[in-house]
Antibody, heavy 125, light 106 residues
Framework: EVQLVESGGGLVKPGGSLRLSCAASGFTFSSYSMNWVRQAPGKGLEWVSSISSSSSYRYYADSVKGRFTISRDNAKNSLYLQMNSLRAEDTAVYYC??????????????????WGQGTLVTVSS | EIVLTQSPATLSLSPGERATLSCGASQSVSSSYLAWYQQKPGLAPRLLIYDASNRATGIPDRFSGSGSGTDFTLTISRLDPEDFAVYYCQQYGTSGTFGQGTKVEI
């Protein structure tokens, strides 16, 4: 059974930093592209970032480009999101999601076939 | 950026009825790279349909997707009580955006 478990969320002040983690199990993590998707309280879904299986390709939504960095450690079956210069509008539940297809030079975002339970990030003074 | 507009915002139906949800794109979605998700309160979304018309693993056949270009539809042939939820469409490929959601309520 595919399992994705996020951690690292919490309360942070504007301008602060936070690092989210996602522990994967139940599938060959190193073979799959991965993503972060967020959902502000009471709002819809927003793709945040994607990374290919070997980390060769990394993409970001314009709203987080230059502030967030996606990475992965295939030896540890883990996905990460380093979030810097956080803003109030970054407040959301952040989901780790497995890509259905492969991220490549031309394929930036896929559909998402498995999701974690999410971790809440609150940016507030 | 491709903007997806879902209609209606809310659909009020009874168990056993047919539900038809629409997703319109501001420009053509290449290769029908369109997905549908179901989300229940407090839970993560679940993939229902990908590539416009392919059911994801384990999804009942009462869910079907159709469409191409700029107009896509999710149909639930006979609503089960567990189907009352919010549904999102998503386009993917060279960019990725979601619609604002349709709530299917009793």
């Amino acid at each position: 059974e595919v399992q994705l478990v996020e951690s690292g969320g919490g309360l942070v002040k504007p301008g602060g930093s936070l690092r989210l983690s996602c522990a994967a199990s139940g599938f060959t993590f190193s073979s799959y592209s991965m993503n972060w998707v967020r959902q502000a309280p009471g709002k819809g879904l927003e793709w945040v970032s994607s990374i290919s299986s070997s980390s060769s390709y990394r993409y970001y939504a314009d709203s987080v480009k230059g502030r967030f960095t996606i990475s992965r450690d295939n030896a540890k079956n883990s996905l990460y999101l380093q979030m810097n210069s956080l803003r109030a509008e970054d407040t959301a539940v952040y989901y780790c999601a497995r890509a259905q297809g492969s991220i490549s030079m031309i394929f930036v975002v896929t559909s998402f076939d498995n999701w974690g339970q999410g971790t809440l990030v609150t940016v507030s003074s | 950026e491709i903007v997806l507009t879902q209609s209606p915002a809310t659909l009020s139906l009874s168990p056993g009825e047919r539900a038809t949800l629409s997703c319109g794109a501001s420009q053509s979605v290449s290769s029908s790279y369109l997905a549908w998700y179901q989300q229940k309160p407090g839970l993560a979304p679940r993939l229902l349909i990908y590539d416009a018309s392919n059911r994801a693993t384990g999804i009942p056949d009462r869910f079907s997707g159709s469409g191409s270009g700029t107009d896509f539809t999710l149909t639930i042939s006979r609503l089960d009580p567990e189907d009352f939820a919010v549904y999102y469409c998503q386009q993917y490929g060279t960019s990725g955006t979601f619609g604002q959601g349709t709530k299917v309520e009793i």
